[in-house]
């Protein structure tokens, strides 16, 4: 029988608050998703970037804003964050980059 292992990334079953640093969970520490909870979340101060880091996908009300520094991430917004059907969109984002 092959091995079953579970994946690096996972959707958590509940919500855990991020007050501080080391409250990231371990599989993300050292990945762009743990620079975007620290700029979005703890106040973390930008550092400048040359080229996108991470996509990011959101809903298209843009009554909701990132607190992220330029160039960090690709931004894509859908209503509903919808994405379905929009493959070509997305590998051209991460393509030119």
């Given amino acids: 029988m ?3 292992r579970t994946p690096i990334f996972y959707m958590a079953s509940q919500l855990n608050p991020v007050r501080r640093a080391e409250d990231i969970l371990p599989a993300y520490r050292g990945t762009p998703i743990a620079d975007l909870i ?3 979340n703890l106040d973390e101060p930008h550092r ?3 080229q996108a880091e991470i996509l990011i996908g959101m809903c298209l ?3 909701l804003k990132l607190r992220i520094p330029d160039r ?3 931004v894509m917004r859908a209503g509903g964050a919808n994405f379905s059907g929009r493959d070509f969109q997305i590998s051209l ?3 030119t980059g």
């Fill in 48 to 50: 400048p970037y040359s």
């Fill in 61 to 63: 009300d843009f009554r």
């Fill in 38 to 40: 620290a700029y979005h």
């Fill in 72 to 74: 960090f991430a690709f």
């Fill in 2 to 4: 092959p091995e079953v």
């Fill in 93 to 95: 984002a991460v393509a």
